[in-house]
């Protein structure tokens, strides 16, 4: 069983920034490629980022390109979001998601086996 924490989330200001970390319990991170989700009230939930197993991969949906980065340690078995000049749009609930790689990254929340329990992120204007 893989097990997946979040932390980092928070409320902060429009343009200010937050690290979110997804920590991966057992010896196989490196077999599952990583995602990234989140979901707003009354909507749902979107992907926003993923990586490869080696991380040389990486995907984002266009609403974040260029502000977000996903990164990966497999040593310390944590996934990382790096959010930067946050909107307001941004705010909801991130979560970390893990799919044995299949030889492709999957934007589709179906696609992911394990996920975690979420973390908000909040951001005023």
């Known amino acids: 069983q893989v097990q997946l924490v979040e932390s980092g989330g928070g409320s902060v200001q429009a343009g200010e920034s937050l690290r979110l970390s997804c920590a991966v319990s057992?010896?196989?991170?490196?077999?599952?490629?990583m995602g990234w989700f989140r979901q707003a009230p009354g909507k749902e939930r979107e992907f926003v980022a993923a990586?490869?197993?080696?991380?040389?991969?990486?995907s984002y949906t266009q609403s974040v390109k260029g502000r977000f980065t996903i990164s990966r340690d497999n040593a310390e078995t944590t996934a990382y979001l790096q959010m930067n000049t946050l909107k307001p749009e941004d705010t909801a609930v991130y979560y970390c998601?893990?799919?044995?790689?299949?030889?492709?990254?999957?934007?589709?929340?179906?696609?992911?086996?394990?996920w975690g329990q979420g973390t908000q992120v909040t951001v005023s204007s």
């Open positions: 057992g010896r196989t991170f490196n077999r599952y490629n």
């Open positions: 998601a893990a799919d044995l790689n299949r030889g492709r990254i999957y934007l589709e929340p179906r696609a992911y086996d394990f």
């Open positions: 990586i490869g197993v080696s991380g040389g991969i990486t």
